[in-house]
């Protein structure tokens, strides 16, 4: 009775007991599927965002989130969050180390041009745009989506995958969704 839910609902505590990732990609979009912008979901669900963080061993992002948005990617919107390490995946290594993301305090940052520090990791959330997306496609276990209810100008992110629809749920303008990539292979 309701295998496939179960299973996929267990699937990250099964990695756990393994030893082995669980790695989810996490984007947040408006409803007309466009992705700029510096606050596109709604401050209930950032705040679940940094509670996601304070979660997770592993925070991966690509080179042009750091040199555009210049972010922190830490836990300060939820009391006692502690941030995750971050991997900035890039080929040239020309980032200001002065910008509030080097300077959080217990973290480590990594800058390298492979995804191989992930396996030292557990629970790892990759954030990005459509070119990470795409290059992180066979290392991805779940996608994570914040859908807000608005609408905003710009370039449409084409996430040409498999996903299977696992859960979804209101929060405040947002619609939150999780889905299976069926394009990885799982044990």
Not at 47 to 69: A, F, M, Y
Not at 94 to 99: A, H, K, N, Q, S
Request: hydrophobic share 35%; aromatic share 12%.
């Amino acid at each position: 009775m309701l295998k496939q839910a179960c299973d996929a609902l267990l699937y990250p505590f099964l990695q756990w007991q393994r030893h082995a990732p669980f790695i989810f990609f996490k984007l947040a979009k408006y409803q007309n599927g466009t992705i700029s912008g510096k606050h596109v979901s709604s401050l209930a669900s950032r705040t679940l965002v940094h509670r996601i963080r304070s979660k997770i061993d592993l925070l991966v992002i690509g080179g042009d989130t750091v040199r555009i948005d210049r972010p922190t990617l830490d836990t300060r919107l939820m009391e006692g969050g502690t941030a995750p390490d971050i991997l900035i995946y890039t080929s040239t290594d020309d980032l200001d180390r002065t910008i509030p993301l080097f300077n959080v305090p217990g973290r480590k940052v990594y800058v390298e041009n492979h995804f191989d520090r992930i396996h030292h990791y557990r629970h790892i959330m990759i954030e990005g745009g459509e070119g990470m997306f795409q290059l992180t496609r066979q290392l991805v276990d779940y996608y994570l989506f914040f859908t807000t209810d608005r609408f905003a100008k710009g370039k449409k992110i084409d996430l040409d995958a498999h996903l299977q629809s696992l859960h979804s749920f209101k929060n405040d303008s947002d619609t939150i969704a999780w889905f299976k990539n069926c394009d990885k292979e799982t044990p």
